[in-house]
């Protein structure tokens, strides 16, 4: 179950419920903001916070540590953390002995700060430093409060095993590089998450061996920028030119990978996210030929349409690079689907430029898309080099343009997969029907059908798709796959 991008940042993000042990005594309420990479991190926490006595609570009252896993991609996510921070302060004031604290990229963008601006914060620890965290608790207990926010050039993670938060055991996901160094003029992610390093693969296969072991029938691999995964031992991405010659030889890139995970387990269904088009090479595509298991879906993110706007946002590919990649791909596999990223209203964008992002879109046909006006980031080049000079109505104007362009581009793809039979993994109920089973189609797109035959959460079950709304298929199920 791909949790949609990004959470809805006006609303209260994700509570944890999961793992723990008998012997545990103590409470942990957390709460994750934003992407993918923030609720795999939140499963790292939880692992590490079992091991120093903590259970996961849902009940915020009895929670003897409140965490909230942050997110900075915009100024109104950064807000609403400190809204939802404001509702501790009754629980602070009748039990002195709790905990607050904060971790992920707002923690790390605005470090020591977070304490003098937020008193009921004891604790900010950044993305590469939750390993800290037992001996931070120590320093609280200790009466002071407690900060982390190094980055790292190794940090992976590798060796702890996550405890399992959402995705109803079903869908997991691998986080398998961290960090980015495409340093995009309007994106904080390289000042909050550091310089790219890719996890040891071997490390990678256990875990997703161990997923399939325990029942899980699809992972999704997961990192700021897969395309760019490299192992060559250990170490930052940007260090690989001082690698040895076997090392180089022997190093292992993201098509390789997914390759190997393919491989190893013929029947886990994989998904990867997320794409970036000047690291991707076709050579993935190739490899979703070879394996059936690997989902015709790329979440493949362009931000702009105008070549002048990509230059200016630091995106190192031209708007034809990127249409000849999804061409080229498209004719390696026929039935992919892709998804996007837009920003619009960014510096400088004019009516031509807008009109060049809507013109793009409707040449890639996307199947959906997250697309957002630009938001200014202290700390980004954009902020120090640029202006914000487009009005806030002619970009909320402009949003509403491309957010009603991609409402038609859906409703047409959806139709696309109407009349035909698609495998499907049972994820869910539908929300609607309780009598109804919801789940993805390889290319991601969802589709609800009656619960029939004994079927179960986990299963694949041929579905014939006979009708689509914007956003969902309709089918019934014709076979179980044994
Ligand atoms: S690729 Fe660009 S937008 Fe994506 S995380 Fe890296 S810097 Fe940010």
């Known amino acids: 179950m791909l949790i949609e991008k990004y959470i809805d940042e006006t609303k209260q993000g994700a509570v944890h419920k999961g793992g723990g042990c008998t012997r545990n005594t103590k409470k942990l309420f957390l709460e994750s903001y934003g992407c993918q990479m923030n609720f795999s991190d939140s499963e790292i926490v939880v692992s590490i916070l079992n091991d120093e006595g903590f259970n996961t609570t849902d009940n915020v009252k009895e929670a003897d540590l409140i965490l909230l896993n942050t997110c900075s991609i915009r100024e109104k996510a950064e807000q609403t953390v400190r809204t939802r921070l404001s509702h501790f302060k009754?629980?602070?004031?009748?039990?002195?002995?709790?905990?607050?604290?904060?971790?992920?990229?707002?923690?790390?963008?605005?470090?020591?700060?977070?304490?003098?601006?937020?008193q009921l914060v004891d604790l900010v620890v950044g993305p590469d430093s939750y390993r800290d965290l037992p001996h931070l608790l120590k320093e609280i207990e200790n009466g002071k409060d407690a900060i982390n926010v190094i980055l790292s050039k190794e940090e992976t993670y590798a060796d702890i095993n996550p405890v399992r938060l959402g995705g109803n055991g079903v869908s997991a996901f691998v986080t398998i590089t961290r960090g980015c160094d495409n340093m995009c003029t309007f994106c904080v992610v390289p000042f909050t998450r550091g310089r790219e390093r890719s996890r040891d693969p071997f490390s990678i296969l256990k875990e997703c061996k161990d997923l399939w072991n325990s029942g899980y029938k699809e992972i999704i691999l997961l990192g700021q920028n897969v395309d760019s995964y490299l192992w060559y031992g250990g170490g930052a991405k940007k260090d690989f030119s001082k690698a040895s010659e076997m090392q180089k030889v022997t190093a292992i890139r993201f098509a390789q990978l997914l390759g190997m995970v393919a491989e190893e387990i013929p029947g886990m269904r994989i998904r990867f996210a997320t794409s970036n088009p000047q690291d991707m090479s076709l050579e993935v595509f190739s490899k979703m030929i070879q394996y059936p298991n690997i989902c015709r879906y790329v979440h493949l993110p362009v931000q702009s349409g105008s070549d002048k706007i990509l230059r200016s946002m630091n995106r190192q590919h031209t708007r034809e690079e990127y249409l000849s990649l999804i061409r080229k791909a498209r004719n390696m596999v026929p039935d992919l689907a892709f998804s996007q990223d837009m920003i619009v209203g960014f510096c400088g964008e004019t009516e031509a430029d807008h009109r060049d992002t809507l013109s793009l879109m409707k040449e890639v046909g996307y199947d959906y898309g997250y697309m957002f006006a630009y938001s200014e980031r202290s700390g980004t080049p954009a902020h120090k080099k640029m202006t914000d000079d487009v009005p806030e109505e002619v970009k909320k104007r402009r949003l509403r343009e491309v957010i009603d362009l991609q409402g038609e581009l859906s409703a047409q793809r959806m139709k696309s997969y109407v009349g035909r039979v698609h495998e499907v993994l049972i994820d869910g109920e539908s929300k609607k029907d309780k009598d109804q089973w919801k789940g993805r189609i390889s290319q991601n797109a969802v589709v609800v059908f009656d619960k029939e035959y004994d079927t179960k959460l986990g299963d694949f079950v041929q579905v014939f798709v006979e009708r689509s709304t914007r956003g969902t298929l309709v089918g019934k199920i014709i076979e179980i796959k044994s």
């Open 90 to 118: 009754e629980l602070k004031r009748t039990n002195p002995n709790l905990t607050v604290g904060v971790l992920g990229c707002m923690a790390e963008r605005l470090k020591a700060q977070f304490l003098e601006e937020e």
